[in-house]
Nanobody, 127 residues
Framework: QVQLVESGGGLVQAGGSLRLSCAAS????????MGWFRQAPGKEREFVAV?????????YYADSVKGRFTISRDNAKNTVYLQMNSLKPEDTAVYYC???????????????????WGQGTQVTVSS
C-alpha cells in the first residue's frame, strides 16, 4: 500500500511559477513510476507528466506543458516534484500525484494504469 500526499498548490498570476511536491509512504518508492495528472472543473482528469522508476530518469510530458513543466524525483526522500513555470490560466486545475508499480518499461500516461492516487492540490492561475 502506498499513500500519496500532495502539497504546494496555490494562487499565482499568469507567468508565475509553483512547485508541487508529492510525499509517498512505504519503502519501495523507487520501484514506482510516478505521474502527475490534473482535472479542471467539468473536464476529465488528464495526464501532465511521468517519471520512470528504478533509478532511471526517463520523463514524458503532455504537449500542453512541454517546455514549461519539469517532473523530478528524490528517492531518498520518497518525493516527486512538479516544477511549473510560465503558468497560464488554462493550467488551473486540481493536480493529482499517482503511482504505478513498475512492470513495464513503458511510461504510463492513462489514469487506469495507475495503482495509487493522492487527494489532490488546487492550482489557480489568474490572468
Amino acid at each position: 500500500q502506498v499513500q500519496l500526499v500532495e502539497s504546494g498548490g496555490g494562487l499565482v498570476q499568469a507567468g508565475g511559477s509553483l512547485r508541487l511536491s508529492c510525499a509517498a509512504s512505504g519503502r519501495t518508492f523507487s520501484r514506482y513510476h510516478m505521474g502527475w495528472f490534473r482535472q479542471a472543473p467539468g473536464k476529465e482528469r488528464e495526464f501532465v507528466a511521468v517519471i520512470s522508476c528504478c533509478g532511471g530518469s526517463r520523463t514524458y510530458y503532455a504537449d500542453s506543458v512541454k517546455g514549461r513543466f519539469t517532473i523530478s524525483r528524490d528517492n531518498a526522500k520518497n518525493t516527486v516534484y512538479l516544477q511549473m513555470n510560465s503558468l497560464k490560466p488554462e493550467d488551473t486545475a486540481v493536480y493529482y500525484c499517482s503511482a504505478k508499480r513498475s512492470g513495464s518499461t513503458l511510461l504510463p500516461t492513462n489514469t487506469n494504469e495507475y495503482d495509487y492516487w493522492g487527494q489532490g492540490t488546487q492550482v489557480t492561475v489568474s490572468s
